[in-house]
């Protein structure tokens, strides 16, 4: 985080007089969030884009379009402006709500929606945020603004894990602008419009508990449980606590995530109890990347100097965060027995679903002995040589679909090493028709990741006002499982210099 910049704020202008008053999405809004009323949250505009020149689009998900239930021509002007927060849109209800956390391992205190504003949710039960619309009472020394890089990441990832089938929040669209934010350069400032069932965190729950506000905690769990998790409510675990079964639930759908992003290969960078969904969905898109070769011990956050989100510790850091959670909730549970019963499930929870998908990478849709072993062996593989983590799994779905095991194995200097284990892969894929494998295996490695590169390439053309880039990896990659003919260099290894990439917190 930077100091507000002065050039952020500066009084924006409108010489032509052409901005519309307000814009519509012709959507119903429902009170959402904001029936928890005022302790936990402050209402607040977004603040105008201080250019002179209109923003433009420079992303946009029709697929997210069609989920909100917008009409086909939804990018009006009067939307443009709308979501780059410089005029209100009808019905909304703009507020920033108010959350605490750990951060890298320690206490933070108060932290809140900084730079992201909540317009509402809709009737179709989806909320609508703004991030990087303005300051907020919690941006504390921050500009409330967010640069065009990350906004463009965080479009493009959000998307990409969708297509991916991994939880997450979803983007409507990226709008830019020629309002400059100063970062360790000067920037410009850009707006994600934000979609997910809820953006509460973990940290929500922290804060209230930090701060013993016990009626708000309880009012807050009540909240997720009736809209979310209504089955807690009904539990006959942990008898009858339906907190507890909140934090089981909450476990559970952790878990699951955490088997994706390993599996996949994805780095999250930024670990905080205040970047953990409530709802298990990946949320706060900052220095992630998807792994290149495979390093477990590949840290992808720059600022990370100790290694903490390295990417094999992210599975134990959820369960730290989840601990958190627990602790948070221990008021409402009452019992701390009950409390470390209803976190002892991610123990389980989370190799078990790492190890479901990881077979079906491996074309194994039931499981069987000594599956385990096949997965470690092959991971052990690609990490004494840091082998390109997407293009072995994609290689080796196709070899099962067309018998050529050369590009495979021409990955490895340790062509002995490489046989040995693919003669245990084909003895176990014995029994199994090679069509089916292979097509199972085809559907659960993708061939397209949001690479760092690629990215870059996509924010540097981006940085001239050609939006072509982002509109083709949006295309790609929502459906990564797809071959999409002719876009093989989307595919491809990574070129030296994205190992050179530094990404840290700073966005
Ligand atoms: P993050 O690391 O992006 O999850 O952010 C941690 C905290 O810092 C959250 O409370 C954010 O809202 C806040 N924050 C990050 N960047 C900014 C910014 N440019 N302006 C205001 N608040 C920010
Ligand atoms: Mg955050």
């Known amino acids: 985080m930077t100091p507000t910049s002065p050039l952020a704020e500066a009084t924006r202008t409108d010489p032509a007089g052409t901005r519309p008053e307000n814009a519509d999405l012709g959507l119903e809004w429902v009170e959402g969030f904001a029936a928890l009323g005022p302790r936990f949250f402050t209402e607040l505009r977004p603040t105008p884009l201080s250019s002179p020149t209109p923003p433009y689009w420079v992303g946009h998900s029709d697929?997210?379009?069609?989920?909100?239930?917008?009409?086909?021509?939804?990018?009006?002007?009067?939307?443009?402006?709308?979501?780059?927060?410089?005029?209100?849109?009808?019905?909304?209800?703009?507020?920033?709500?108010?959350?605490?956390?750990?951060?890298?391992?320690?206490?933070?205190?108060?932290?809140?929606?900084?730079?992201?504003?909540?317009?509402?949710?809709?009737?179709?039960?989806?909320?609508?945020?703004?991030?990087?619309?303005?300051?907020?009472?919690?941006?504390?020394?921050?500009?409330?603004?967010?640069?065009?890089?990350s906004s463009i990441r965080e479009f493009l990832c959000s998307e990409a894990m969708h297509g991916l089938g991994i939880p997450t929040t979803r983007a409507l669209c990226v709008t830019g602008s020629d309002a400059r934010v100063r970062r360790e350069e000067i920037e410009t400032a850009a707006v994600v419009t934000r979609v997910a069932p809820s953006f509460i965190r973990f940290g929500h729950f922290e804060h209230f508990a930090a701060n013993q506000q016990h009626a708000e905690l309880r009012a807050l769990a009540d909240y997720v449980i009736d809209r979310y998790y209504p089955a807690c409510r009904h539990t006959e675990r942990f008898g009858g606590n339906p907190y507890a079964a909140l934090l089981e639930a909450v476990a559970e759908r952790t878990a699951t995530l955490l088997a994706h992003w390993q599996a996949v290969g994805f780095c999250h960078g930024v670990m905080n109890t205040d970047n953990m969904s409530i709802l298990g969905l990946t949320?706060?898109?900052?220095?992630?990347?998807?792994?290149?070769?495979?390093?477990?011990?590949?840290?992808?956050?720059?600022?990370?100097?100790?290694?903490?989100?390295?990417?094999?510790?992210?599975?134990?850091?959820?369960?730290?965060?989840?601990?958190?959670l627990g602790q948070a909730l221990l008021p409402l549970i009452e019992d701390q027995e009950l409390a470390l019963a209803a976190l002892e499930p991610y123990k389980s929870a989370f190799p078990n679903a790492f190890e479901n998908r990881m077979r079906a990478k491996l074309g194994l849709a039931d499981a069987a002995d000594g599956d385990r072993q096949l997965i470690e062996d092959a991971l052990k593989l690609l990490a004494a040589e840091k082998t390109d983590y997407t293009i072995f799994w994609r290689r080796l779905a196709q070899y099962r679909a067309d018998g050529n095991i050369e590009p495979v194995r021409e990955l490895f200097i340790d062509r002995a090493g490489f046989?040995?284990?693919?003669?245990?892969?084909?003895?176990?894929?014995?029994?199994?028709?090679?069509?089916?494998?292979?097509?199972?295996?085809?559907?659960?490695?993708?061939?397209?990741?949001?690479?760092?590169?690629?990215?870059?390439?996509?924010?540097?053309?981006?940085?001239?006002?050609?939006?072509?880039?982002?509109?083709?990896?949006?295309?790609?990659?929502?459906?990564?499982?797809?071959?999409?003919?002719?876009?093989?260099?989307?595919?491809?290894?990574?070129?030296?210099?994205?190992?050179?990439?530094?990404?840290?917190?700073?966005?």
């Not at 220095?287 to 992210?314: E, K």
């Not at 295309?475 to 530094?502: K, Q």
Request: hydrophobic share 40%; charged share 20%; proline share 6%.
């Open 63 to 149: 697929q997210v379009a069609r989920e909100l239930g917008l009409p086909e021509d939804w990018r009006s002007d009067a939307l443009l402006e709308a979501l780059s927060g410089n005029v209100p849109l009808a019905g909304a209800r703009p507020l920033a709500s108010v959350y605490s956390g750990h951060q890298f391992g320690v206490w933070a205190g108060q932290l809140g929606d900084g730079r992201a504003i909540l317009l509402g949710e809709t009737a179709g039960g989806l909320e609508i945020q703004l991030k990087g619309a303005g300051r907020t009472p919690y941006s504390r020394m921050g500009d409330g603004r967010a640069v065009l890089r």
């Open 419 to 507: 046989d040995a284990w693919l003669l245990s892969f084909l003895e176990r894929h014995n029994q199994i028709p090679r069509e089916q494998a292979a097509e199972l295996m085809l559907r659960s490695n993708p061939k397209y990741v949001l690479r760092n590169h690629l990215g870059q390439q996509a924010i540097e053309a981006a940085g001239r006002k050609d939006f072509s880039g982002v509109a083709t990896l949006l295309g790609l990659l929502e459906s990564p499982f797809e071959e999409h003919p002719g876009a093989d260099a989307y595919a491809g290894f990574p070129p030296d210099w994205a190992s050179t990439i530094e990404i840290s917190c700073s966005s």
């Open 283 to 324: 949320i706060d898109y900052g220095p992630f990347q998807f792994l290149d070769g495979f390093d477990p011990r590949h840290i992808c956050n720059h600022s990370d100097t100790g290694g903490r989100y390295a990417f094999n510790q992210q599975p134990n850091v959820a369960y730290w965060n989840l601990f958190c």
